[in-house]
C-alpha cells in the first residue's frame, strides 16, 4: 500500500503496476444488516409453516 492509497503490484510479465484508487468504501454494516433481516425473514417464514 502505498501512501496515497494506491496498489503497486507486479503484473504477468513482471512489470511493476500500480493500481488506481477506487474510493470504494467498506460495507460491513450493511452486509450486517442484510444478514439480520435475511435471517428475521427465515425465522417469520418457518414460524407461519409451524
Do not use: H, Q, W, Y
Request: hydrophobic share 45%; charged share 20%; aromatic share 8%.
Amino acid at each position: 500500500m502505498n501512501a496515497d492509497g494506491t496498489l503497486t503490484g507486479k503484473d504477468a510479465k513482471g512489470k511493476e503496476v500500480t493500481l488506481p484508487k477506487t474510493g470504494e468504501a467498506s460495507t460491513a454494516i450493511l452486509t450486517f444488516v442484510g444478514t439480520f433481516f435475511l435471517a428475521l425473514a427465515v425465522l417469520l417464514g418457518f414460524k407461519k409453516r409451524a
